[in-house]
């Protein structure tokens, strides 16, 4: 059975797409799958979320346009009926279960092991981190289909990239690899050869052992300073500072600081 699963590595999460056979391409299933799996990690949040897919091949392919996709129909009936009905009720549903992924408050890392196309590329833009296989490529290639990204991709891509650089790859679809990603700091790290969500898990850890109030409060700031004018941004920065150091999570790394020890955080949560 194909849909997608959870593995839980201490405070580590990782969510694999799984459905090789198909490149991990998105049917209405997967979404479902996507929105169960949501709502579990959003019920006992782990520190920092993976997101890979199943086999060597491939990240995700995005939107599955094979007819036994039950969500195509909508989109055929928007298309032939040149209906803004159906098409605005499919995007919506998809953008929502990408937004309620990457909107769970602890970061998200995208392990992008193999090709990532359509909507596997919107969702991996969507994370806040970006492990890159060397063998992998990147392509917003909706403008083939006639249509554009549509999960937020547009706009997830702009903010990381930038809208010039942004605009040379949705609008000719072209197909981006490791190097160039990172050159264009579309992805953050290049892994060795088949060793994508391993280069993850490490990044993973690295701040899964920080304060998890600290890593929350932080990411908060860093996510919303592009919507927010540099002085609310500031504002918005102080008031996050103020209520993490009220929480009192800096007691332990202040005293393992001192100490010469390593910190022991306790879950956001627990005393």
Not at 86 to 106: C, G, K, N, W
């Amino acid at each position: 059975d194909y849909g997608i699963g959870i593995k839980r590595q201490g405070h580590i999460a990782i969510i694999t797409l799984n459905r090789p056979e198909k490149k991990n391409a998105f049917d209405k299933h997967m979404w479902d799958c996507l929105d169960q799996v949501t709502a579990e990690l959003a019920a006992s949040l782990p520190r920092v979320i993976i997101l890979t897919g199943a086999g060597d091949k491939a990240f995700c392919a995005g939107f599955d346009v094979n007819p036994e996709n039950p969500l195509l129909k909508p989109l055929l009936a928007a298309m032939e009926g040149h209906d803004k009905g159906p098409a605005y009720d499919l995007v919506r549903r998809i953008r929502t279960s990408v937004d309620h992924l990457v909107t769970l408050p602890v970061p998200i890392i995208a392990a992008i092991n193999g090709l990532a196309y359509g909507g596997g590329a919107e969702i991996a833009s969507r994370c806040d981190l970006r492990v890159m296989d060397p063998g992998a490529v990147i392509c917003f290639s909706e403008v083939r289909l006639g249509l554009m990204p549509d999960q937020g991709g547009v706009v997830g891509l702009t903010r990381l990239v930038g809208a010039s650089r942004a605009a040379d790859l949705i609008l000719t679809a072209r197909k981006v690899g490791a190097q160039e990603a990172f050159q264009l700091g579309l992805t953050n790290r290049i892994s060795a050869p088949g060793k994508a969500l391993e280069e993850a898990l490490s990044l993973a850890l690295s701040i899964s052992e920080n304060g998890p109030r600290a890593v929350r409060h932080a990411l908060s700031v860093i996510r919303r300073t592009g919507d927010l004018t540099t002085e609310e941004a500031l504002d918005l920065e102080t008031r996050e500072a103020v209520t993490l150091i009220a929480s009192g999570e800096s007691i332990h790394g202040v005293s393992a600081f001192l100490t010469r020890q390593k910190p022991e955080f306790p879950e956001p949560g627990e005393s």
